[in-house]
């Protein structure tokens, strides 16, 4: 920790709270059609910015039209991939009220991420009126139809201009809205996964349990494997002893076996997800039996030529849910069930229910943006 105390101090602003000006733009853009939005085509009038430099911390908050940067040619992260991001909803309940679901556990998680990738660490607080004041100046970007939302990506990178691996002097962070369908073109069907035994996600003391770039772009060759074999996303081994079952794609996976709800262990290169969180509390609150621990990948086949593999379904923010239908290893399916089961289907119409207002929220996780 001592490595990066000069980048997390000068963290705060001078007041409680943020005075974030307000730049507005000459044009409103035409809105799309909220029956066909896919995922990620479409961004909203607006965006939040926040610039920090090394010192004087966090300054200039601002709500600006929506549009392309500058950035000089040797900018840090252009060359070293320091940026975080996050990513949340907002949803439009039946009364009009807007919704957040769990900000306060994205802003934590990107203080985590902040912190392994040396970077500023901003205060929840300060991420939550950012975003909430974006959404609130979009408010009629809030799709209201069903399975719609607005999606939120904070995100913070290095732009100082500089060649050399080192932290940067100069930060920015920033906030950009889409309103969004369904995560992928299946919905809530379930969908094909292609295990993969050579390529490696992340290993403990890396940075799998932090949410920035790099560990994505290194997925996109095993992505590009499996969609050549006709196949949606790949279910990661650990990066050790290509072993024990870890992530599918972007999202945490779980997987029922007997009356037995398991998934991986947070032990430094699994996310720790904010829907993975909810749904274990879900789990455990109807009753049912939760285990966070290794499983091997010989254990789920035996599992399931055995029958007793029931259900196995991803879990994250862009999708929520979304039901494997088809696992494949080594060339050999070992597992199909063309159906949603009866504990995915729960769990989707829980957490949503909850996320739009239709249900109690018991677990006091909603923020109303007022």
Same mark, same amino acid.
């Given at each position: 920790?001592?490595?990066?105390?000069?980048?997390?101090?000068?963290?705060?602003?001078?007041?409680?709270?943020?005075?974030?000006?307000?730049? =507005?733009?000459?044009?409103?853009?035409?809105?799309?059609?909220?029956?066909?939005?896919?995922?990620?085509?479409?961004?909203?009038?607006?965006?939040?910015?926040?610039?920090?430099?090394?010192?004087?911390?966090?300054?200039?908050?601002?709500?600006?039209?929506?549009?392309?940067?500058?950035?000089?040619?040797?900018?840090?992260?252009?060359?070293?991939?320091? =940026?975080?991001?996050?990513?949340?909803?907002?949803?439009?309940?039946?009364?009009?009220?807007?919704?957040?679901?769990?900000?306060?556990?994205?802003?934590?998680?990107?203080?985590?991420?902040?912190?392994?990738?040396?970077?500023?660490?901003?205060?929840?607080?300060?991420?939550?009126?950012?975003? /909430?004041?974006?959404?609130?100046?979009?408010?009629?970007?809030?799709?209201?139809?069903?399975?719609?939302?607005?999606?939120?990506?904070?995100?913070?990178?290095?732009?100082?201009?500089?060649?050399?691996?080192?932290?940067?002097?100069? &930060?920015?962070?920033?906030?950009?809205?889409?309103?969004?369908?369904?995560?992928?073109?299946?919905?809530?069907?379930?969908?094909?996964?292609?295990?993969?035994?050579?390529?490696?996600? /992340?290993?403990?003391?890396?940075?799998?349990?932090?949410?920035?770039?790099?560990?994505?772009?290194?997925?996109?060759?095993?992505?590009?494997?499996? =969609?050549?074999?006709?196949?949606?996303?790949?279910?990661?081994?650990?990066?050790? #002893?290509?072993?024990?079952?870890?992530?599918?794609?972007?999202?945490?996976?779980?997987?029922?076996?007997?009356?037995?709800?398991?998934?991986?262990?947070?032990?430094?290169?699994?996310?720790?997800?904010?829907?993975?969180?909810?749904?274990?509390?879900?789990?455990?609150?109807?009753?049912?039996?939760?285990? #966070?621990?290794?499983?091997?990948?010989?254990?789920?086949?035996?599992?399931?030529?055995?029958?007793?593999?029931?259900?196995?379904?991803?879990?994250?923010?862009?999708?929520?849910?979304?039901?494997?239908?088809?696992?494949?290893?080594?060339?050999?399916?070992?597992?199909?069930?063309?159906?949603?089961? #009866?504990?995915?289907?729960?769990?989707?119409?829980?957490?949503?229910?909850?996320?739009?207002?239709?249900?109690?929220?018991?677990?006091?996780?909603? &923020?109303?943006?007022?």
């Amino acid at each position: 920790m001592l490595l990066f105390r000069g980048i997390i101090k000068n963290n705060k602003f001078r007041g409680e709270i943020m005075e974030i000006r307000f730049e =507005e733009r000459k044009d409103l853009k035409k809105k799309p059609d909220m029956n066909n939005l896919g995922f990620g085509k479409y961004y909203t009038d607006y965006m939040f910015m926040l610039d920090w430099y090394s010192d004087k911390g966090f300054t200039d908050p601002r709500i600006i039209p929506y549009g392309p940067i500058e950035f000089d040619p040797a900018s840090l992260v252009l060359h070293y991939a320091q =940026e975080t991001f996050e990513g949340l909803k907002a949803y439009k309940t039946k009364d009009g009220r807007i919704l957040l679901f769990r900000p306060d556990m994205n802003a934590k998680r990107f203080q985590k991420s902040n912190e392994r990738l040396c970077m500023p660490v901003l205060p929840v607080d300060d991420f939550i009126q950012a975003v /909430a004041e974006l959404v609130k100046k979009e408010e009629a970007w809030i799709p209201t139809l069903e399975n719609t939302s607005l999606y939120i990506r904070p995100f913070m990178f290095a732009y100082q201009p500089k060649l050399g691996v080192h932290a940067a002097d100069h &930060y920015k962070f920033m906030i950009i809205l889409s309103p969004v369908g369904s995560y992928y073109k299946e919905g809530l069907k379930p969908v094909k996964i292609y295990v993969e035994d050579e390529l490696v996600r /992340a290993v403990k003391g890396g940075t799998g349990f932090a949410k920035c770039g790099g560990n994505y772009a290194s997925s996109i060759l095993a992505q590009m494997k499996a =969609e050549e074999m006709g196949y949606s996303q790949v279910l990661w081994l650990d990066g050790v #002893e290509h072993k024990y079952v870890e992530e599918v794609g972007t999202m945490n996976v779980m997987f029922v076996i007997d009356d037995t709800i398991i998934t991986a262990p947070l032990e430094g290169s699994v996310l720790p997800g904010v829907t993975r969180d909810s749904m274990i509390q879900v789990l455990k609150d109807k009753g049912y039996k939760v285990e #966070e621990r290794k499983l091997s990948i010989d254990e789920l086949i035996k599992a399931s030529k055995e029958g007793r593999l029931k259900e196995a379904f991803g879990t994250g923010t862009a999708a929520v849910i979304s039901p494997i239908g088809t696992l494949m290893y080594k060339g050999e399916v070992f597992f199909e069930n063309n159906n949603i089961g #009866e504990i995915s289907q729960m769990l989707y119409d829980t957490l949503t229910g909850i996320q739009t207002g239709k249900l109690e929220d018991k677990f006091g996780w909603t &923020y109303e943006v007022k």
